[in-house]
């Protein structure tokens, strides 16, 4: 029997980059939305949970949030936020989707929502890189305790980001370690059946910890 391997955290370090493009109202977003590359839809699709640290977690993506916020059209708002990325093999597949969902929404409509002076949509992509943090765990009680220590970064490293970069089961790391070390275990498929991409990171993690709780003799 091969020895166990501790889980390693990672830190979850990003750059920002602005591209100097901006949406005013829905048209010019379908527009530019059309035109920039895939990392920029990945930034604003997938990585709004990392720039949100306080508050009510209402709108799970950047393009929801502005629909709320910037053009005060809830009903939009609504629509994408429930749109799950990760239910497309493809970011060009998600962003024909936010097309065809704006689109629709538009012929609703007798004239385009403006976003007022400030509020305008600014597109941005970013350079994220996954740095050793030094923190292992051996043991799911080691591991648990840890979640409630790093960064709410690494956990999106570990949750939200495994599923862009893994083999393809869309599955988060923690859950890949724990049935690779402790073979079948229920909290694997607990931790898989998170709705996480609607939950802030802070929830995710009160989430995780909880399932551990419920098991602490596994490990």
């Known amino acids: 029997m091969s020895p166990r391997q501790p889980f390693?955290?990672?830190?979850?370090e990003g750059l920002v980059m602005p591209t100097g493009r901006r949406a005013?109202?829905?048209?010019?977003?379908?527009?530019?939305?059309?035109?920039?590359?895939?990392?920029?839809?990945?930034?604003h699709l997938h990585r709004a949970a990392l720039r949100h640290r306080f508050g009510t977690w209402d709108y799970p993506n950047d393009?929801?949030?502005?629909?709320?916020?910037?053009?005060?059209?809830l009903a939009l708002a609504e629509?994408?936020?429930?749109?799950?990325?990760?239910?497309?093999?493809?970011?060009?597949?998600?962003r024909e989707a936010i097309t065809d969902l704006v689109q629709d929404h538009?012929?609703?409509?007798s004239a385009a929502p403006v976003a007022r002076r400030g509020l305008e949509f600014h597109f941005a992509s970013a350079h994220y890189l996954a740095l050793p943090s030094g923190r292992e765990a051996s043991?799911?009680?080691?591991l648990r305790q840890a979640m409630t220590e790093v960064p709410l970064s690494s956990i999106f490293y570990h949750f939200h980001e495994a599923r862009l970069r893994?083999?393809?089961?869309?599955?988060?790391?923690?859950?890949?370690?724990i049935e690779g070390q402790f073979g079948p275990d229920p909290v694997t498929a607990e931790l898989r059946g998170i709705d996480f991409y609607?939950?802030?990171?802070?929830?995710?993690r009160q989430r995780i910890v909880a399932i551990l709780d419920e098991h602490p003799a596994a490990g």
């Open 198 to 204: 609607f939950f802030s990171l802070e929830d995710l």
């Open 139 to 142: 043991t799911l009680s080691q």
């Open 106 to 109: 538009l012929r609703e409509l």
């Open 166 to 177: 893994g083999p393809g089961d869309d599955s988060d790391d923690f859950s890949r370690w």
């Open 24 to 43: 005013a109202n829905l048209r010019e977003f379908l527009d530019t939305l059309s035109q920039v590359s895939l990392d920029v839809v990945c930034h």
């Open 8 to 12: 390693a955290f990672v830190d979850y």
């Open 63 to 73: 393009f929801a949030s502005w629909a709320a916020t910037g053009l005060e059209d």
């Open 79 to 94: 629509k994408l936020a429930a749109l799950d990325p990760y239910a497309y093999e493809q970011l060009e597949q998600a």
